[in-house]
Nanobody, 122 residues
Framework: VQLQASGGGLAQAGGSLTLSCAAS????????MGWYRQAPGKQRELVAV???????NYADSVKGRFTISRNNAKNAVYLQMNSLAPEDTAAYYC?????????????????WGQGTLVTVSS
């Protein structure tokens, strides 16, 4: 199973960006799917997570500005980021709690996508 993230880039303060992440491979079910971020010199932190029925949780710092959504048919998760601020600058990583493999050999594991860089200028 692999997760491929895209959509990072440069934005001005107050602007918007949308991140996308799609999982591929032999996937039976994706439980939680979400986004973390890591700014230079800081620890990785949870940004938002959504379960398989779309119930979401957000970091306090992004509530009201970011929206997470999923497309279960595409094994994908998205992060709509509005009202961006310089403190949102970070590498953003998608992850999935995935049940994978053929029927007689399934396993469950957390998978991570490659980081996608978001830079917000003031």
């Amino acid at each position: 199973v692999q997760l491929q993230a895209s959509g990072g880039g440069l934005a001005q303060a107050g602007g918007s960006l949308t991140l996308s992440c799609a999982a591929s491979g032999i996937i039976f079910r994706i439980n939680d799917m979400g986004w973390y971020r890591q700014a230079p010199g800081k620890q990785r932190e949870l940004v938002a997570v959504a379960n398989s029925v779309g119930s979401a949780n957000y970091a306090d710092s992004v509530k009201g500005r970011f929206t997470i959504s999923r497309n279960n048919a595409k094994n994908a998760v998205y992060l709509q980021m509005n009202s961006l601020a310089p403190e949102d600058t970070a590498a953003y990583y998608c992850y999935g709690d995935i049940v994978e493999g053929p029927p007689h050999g399934r396993s469950r594991a957390n998978h991570w996508g490659q980081g996608t860089l978001v830079t917000v200028s003031s």
